[in-house]
């Protein structure tokens, strides 16, 4: 969080809008920093903003909370010239373009990465992954169980791609080729991994066993991905190599050159 603050570099007098108020702990320090008045905070769930609140009045703070999708920005309160999220997303909402003052810059966690992005031209913006992970709580979406049953009866092919690189080198480029995907693993008595699974909010499911067995169901092949970001990158690639470029209707991840390997990312909202 101190990371993200920082690549924030938010000036005395900026306005800001945070997606995720979680305990206040952000806010506080943007409050400090910023001045309340310049601070307006957003998470969907009411006990938080509630307890939150409480705990920013009793340190003498009062920013402005909200309770609601943060994805939608508040646009009462804007323009902003800050953004941060502390809540994963897919993609920069479009809401935050929207109520961007020129020159905004946004920083949140995308996938695995933390994604800072300075807003160009209305609706346009480029930007680059920070050196540092992240892993924070995603936004809350319905989503289809994995298919483990079904898969166990699925044909089985092979593979060259280590299982436990989606745990490890592949995690970050994994999530930006697979948004929202969710994984597992089988251990051994020694806590070695035997095998992985992976699944998507679509039900498509695959498991990939040590021995280079893969099964695969639902409506997309989703160790086909692996093996091709497995094919790609010879090691861990560094997620200040990953840019994006943002325009009305596209965003897109790219590994250093903009002709080289991309992955559009989610439409936003």
Same mark, same amino acid.
């Given at each position: 969080?101190?990371?993200?603050?920082? /690549?924030?570099?938010?000036?005395?007098?900026?306005?800001?809008f945070?997606?995720g108020?979680?305990t206040?702990?952000?806010?506080? &320090?943007l @409050?400090?920093? $910023?001045?309340?008045?310049?601070?307006?905070?957003?998470?969907?769930?009411?006990?938080l903003?509630?307890?939150?609140?409480h705990?920013?009045?009793?340190?003498?703070?009062?920013?402005?909370?909200?309770?609601g999708?943060?994805?939608?920005?508040?646009?009462?309160?804007?323009?902003?010239?800050?953004? &941060?999220?502390t809540?994963a997303?897919?993609?920069?909402?479009? !809401?935050?373009?929207?109520?961007?003052?020129?020159?905004?810059v946004?920083? !949140?966690p995308?996938?695995?990465?933390? &994604?800072?992005?300075?807003?160009?031209?209305?609706?346009?913006?480029?930007?680059?992954?920070?050196?540092?992970?992240?892993?924070?709580?995603?936004?809350?979406?319905? @989503?289809?169980?994995?298919?483990?049953?079904?898969?166990?009866? !699925?044909?089985?092919?092979?593979?060259? /791609?280590?299982?436990g690189?989606? $745990?490890?080198?592949?995690?970050?480029? &994994?999530?930006?080729?697979?948004?929202?995907?969710?994984?597992?693993?089988w251990?051994?008595?020694?806590?070695?991994v035997?095998? *992985?699974?992976?699944w998507?909010e679509? +039900? @498509?499911?695959?498991?990939?066993? *040590?021995?280079?067995?893969?099964?695969q169901? +639902?409506?997309?092949?989703?160790?086909?991905? *692996?093996? @091709?970001?497995a094919?790609?990158? !010879?090691?861990?690639?560094?997620?200040?190599?990953?840019? *994006?470029?943002?325009?009305?209707?596209?965003?897109?991840?790219?590994?250093?050159?903009?002709?080289g390997?991309?992955?559009?990312?989610?439409?936003p909202?």
């Open positions: 969080m101190l990371t993200m603050l920082d /690549a924030l570099d938010a000036a005395e007098g900026d306005t800001v945070e997606l108020t979680g206040g702990y952000n806010a506080a &320090l @409050s400090h920093r $910023l001045g309340e008045q310049n601070v307006t905070t957003m998470d969907v769930d009411p006990d903003t509630e307890a939150a609140a705990r920013l009045a009793g340190v003498g703070l009062h920013p402005f909370v909200a309770t999708d943060g994805t939608g920005g508040w646009p009462g309160r804007a323009p902003y010239q800050r953004f &941060l999220a809540a997303l897919r993609s920069i909402p479009d !809401a935050f373009f929207r109520q961007a003052a020129p020159g905004a946004i920083v !949140a995308v996938g695995y990465g933390i &994604l800072r992005v300075t807003v160009t031209d209305p609706g346009h913006g480029t930007g680059y992954f920070l050196p540092a992970p992240a892993y924070f709580m995603p936004r809350r979406t319905p @989503s289809a169980p994995p298919a483990f049953a079904e898969a166990e009866t !699925a044909e089985p092919t092979t593979t060259t /791609a280590a299982p690189d989606i $745990l490890g080198r592949l995690r970050f480029p &994994l999530a930006l080729a697979l948004p929202g995907h969710t994984t597992c693993s251990r051994d008595d020694d806590g070695d035997t095998a *992985v699974g992976i998507t679509d +039900g @498509s499911t695959a498991t990939a066993h *040590v021995s280079g067995k893969v099964r169901v +639902g409506p997309r092949r989703l160790w086909d991905v *692996v093996e @091709s970001l094919e790609t990158f !010879a090691g861990e690639p560094e997620r200040q190599e990953f840019r *994006v470029s943002i325009a009305p209707g596209r965003q897109t991840v790219w590994y250093r050159t903009q002709d390997p991309a992955w559009d990312l989610p439409q909202r």
